[in-house]
């Protein structure tokens, strides 16, 4: 499980490979192509990638 702590730093930093965010769960394209990029995880890290629902990126 993560921690709020770690869940703090995501909520500041740039998107990512490994962060996507999104403001609503209208737009099932972006949510589709971000859980295809996570998994796919082309960078070769093996790190868990996240999809931050109700988050702007500022």
Do not use: Q, W
Not at 10 to 37: H, P, Q, W
Request: charged residues 30%; proline residues 2%; glycine residues 6%.
């Amino acid at each position: 499980m993560i921690a709020k702590e770690d869940i703090l730093e995501l909520l500041k930093s740039t998107e990512s490979y490994r962060v996507e965010r999104t403001i609503s769960t209208g737009n099932m394209d972006k949510f589709c192509e971000a859980i295809c990029a996570f998994a796919n995880d082309m960078p070769g890290s093996r790190k868990n990638g996240y999809l931050i629902i109700g988050a702007k990126d500022n």
